[in-house]
Nanobody, 124 residues
């Protein structure tokens, strides 16, 4: 059974940084592209960042570009999301997901397994 687990969420002040991590069991994470999504209260889940299986190609939502960095350590079997200069509008539950081999990184249906999410709350 495939399970993805996010960690590293919490409470931060505006301007601070947090680092989220995603790990997997039942699946070799290094073989898959991975995406991070988030869902704020009362809003639909949205794409945040994605990374290819090799780590060479990355994608970002415009709202987080230049503040967030997605990376992966295939030896440690983790994918991370470094979030700098956090803003109150970054408050959301953050999810990682593994992507099927084709299709847009921005599209939720292109991801097959999802974690349970980790809460990030940014205070002003």
């Amino acid at each position: 059974q495939v399970q993805l687990v996010e960690s590293g969420g919490g409470l931060a002040q505006a301007g601070a940084s947090l680092r989220l991590s995603c790990s997997a069991s039942g699946r070799t994470l290094s073989s898959y592209a991975v995406g991070w999504f988030r869902q704020a209260p009362g809003k639909e889940r949205e794409f945040v960042a994605g990374i290819s299986s090799s780590g060479i190609v990355t994608y970002y939502a415009d709202s987080v570009k230049d503040r967030f960095t997605i990376s992966r350590d295939n030896a440690k079997k983790t994918v991370s999301l470094q979030m700098n200069n956090l803003k109150p509008e970054d408050t959301a539950v953050y999810y990682c997901a593994t992507k099927i081999s084709w299709g847009s990184y921005y599209s939720e249906p292109k991801y097959d397994y999802w974690g349970q999410g980790t809460q990030v709350t940014v205070s002003s």
